[in-house]
């Protein structure tokens, strides 16, 4: 194996700003690690849009960001675009690839009641790969699915400095909750990389509720595949790239800064 420069960063992949949340957990066990984070605002949201979309669109654009950023590692922080393209974006690029999946595993690990939810996007909570999940992780147990587009641009607004409407949180949870046996419902996989920016939010329109998202399980991993490389000493201003528009992003600017993401340009 060649020596990985000490300069290379991770890259970290989504639609918007959800992969922040991923971000922030792999920042608590490796802080001077650089860090490139892309996002396809010009694709923003991947929920509605086709699974041929998603097939054709993320494989080229991370092959392009490889290309210019040169990362030891990539991080696809959305479980939209891992559920349906990520064995094509490994087979696409020569860097190892971490994914991220709908927390079904940990959900089901601490349900009490063997009723667990699944928040996402109508892109994700369609896909057979969570039927798979299901199977592999939660047999004999119900899974019950909502889609709850509306989180994704309250996540994007709350991270802009604005005030989500409570009842944005109050419908996404009664879409579970009224749904046959949610009355039993106590564990929720926040199934998109967005939510868990506005888990406060969900907790106070759902108190009873408990929610598990793969961000720790996913910096573990990070973790595990760099073990051995060497980092930087110090922390280095970190680089957010986006697809669109830079006018697009600039209200994000304050929120981008707490990340350590400083450095803001177009792809």
């Known amino acids: 194996m060649p020596a990985i420069d000490t300069d290379a960063p991770l890259l970290f992949f989504d639609s918007g700003i959800g992969g922040l949340s991923v971000l ?35 494989p080229a654009l991370l092959g392009r960001l490889v290309e210019r950023y040169r990362p030891r590692l ?39 009641t063997g009723v667990i939810g699944l928040l996402g996007t109508a892109a994700t909570i369609r896909q057979a790969y969570v039927d798979r999940l299901q199977t592999a992780h939660a047999p004999g147990m119900t899974l019950l699915r909502h889609a709850a587009p509306e989180l994704v641009h309250a996540a994007e607004s709350k991270l802009r400095g604005e005030a989500p409407d409570p009842s944005i949180f109050s419908r996404a949870m009664q879409g579970l909750t009224l749904l046959p046996d949610g009355d039993r419902l106590d564990v929720t996989a926040l199934g998109c990389t967005h939510f868990p920016l506005v888990q406060d939010e969900l907790s106070a329109a759902c108190p009873r509720m408990r929610f598990v998202d793969g961000s720790a399980g996913i910096a573990r991993r990070i973790r595990y595949l760099t073990a051995g490389q060497e980092w930087p000493a ?6 957010f790239v986006t697809t669109g528009s830079l006018a697009d992003v600039e209200g994000l600017q304050t929120a981008l800064h707490s990340y350590g993401l400083t450095q803001i340009k177009s792809l």
């Open 24 to 58: 922030q957990a792999v920042r608590k066990s490796l802080p001077t690690a650089p860090i490139v984070y892309a996002a396809d605002y010009a694709g923003l949201p991947y929920g509605t849009k086709s699974e041929a979309e998603i097939m054709a669109r993320v």
């Open 74 to 112: 990539v991080t696809i922080a959305c479980n939209t675009a891992c559920t349906i393209a990520l064995s094509h974006v490994r087979a696409a690029l020569d860097v190892p690839v971490v994914g991220t999946v709908p927390a079904i595993k940990p959900a089901a690990e601490s349900t009490r």
């Open 234 to 239: 110090e922390s280095s201003e970190g680089v």
